[in-house]
């Protein structure tokens, strides 16, 4: 029998904003967003493509490239506006309403904010994780 992953404890949004504001650089923030992915009931095919096999999910098997998420967070910095980045991802067996990933992302204006916030969920789901939904 192998050794399970056991999911991680989700962080305080709370304590990320105040570390945030702390922050030397968050006089320049006029705005933060944070996205919070869930593990959800309807699977990915049926959201995004209409197709229904029949079945739920009723957990997850999740995982990530450390490495990945870390250059994906420095290209973010890197986008004009954008002065803090947080990420947190959870790892190995989640059940239907589990976090899976907490963003927060601080920068000078809305428009700004929204687009980084964009790229780097989009950056992670698509090229720095393995999302295996299982069903029943």
Same mark, same amino acid.
């Given at each position: 029998m192998g050794v399970e992953k056991i999911k991680k404890v989700s962080p305080s949004i709370d304590a990320w904003l105040k570390e945030a504001?702390?922050?030397?650089?968050?006089?320049?923030?006029?705005?933060f967003l944070v996205h919070n992915g869930v593990v959800r009931r309807t699977p990915r095919a049926k959201v995004r493509q209409g197709i229904d096999d029949g079945f739920d999910v009723t957990g997850m098997e999740f995982s990530y490239n450390g490495e990945q998420v870390d250059q994906a967070v420095e290209e973010t910095l890197e986008m004009e506006g954008i002065f803090h980045v947080k990420v947190w991802l959870n790892e190995g067996? *989640?059940?239907?309403?589990?976090?899976?990933?907490? !963003? *927060?992302?601080g920068g000078d204006i809305?428009?700004? !904010?929204i687009d980084a916030l964009q790229f780097l969920v989009g950056k992670i789901k698509n090229e720095c994780v393995i999302e295996i939904e299982q069903k029943g």
């Open positions: 504001k702390a922050d030397p650089m968050a006089v320049e923030d006029g705005m067996h *989640l059940d239907v309403g589990d976090d899976i990933m907490y !963003v *927060l992302i809305r428009p700004r !904010v």
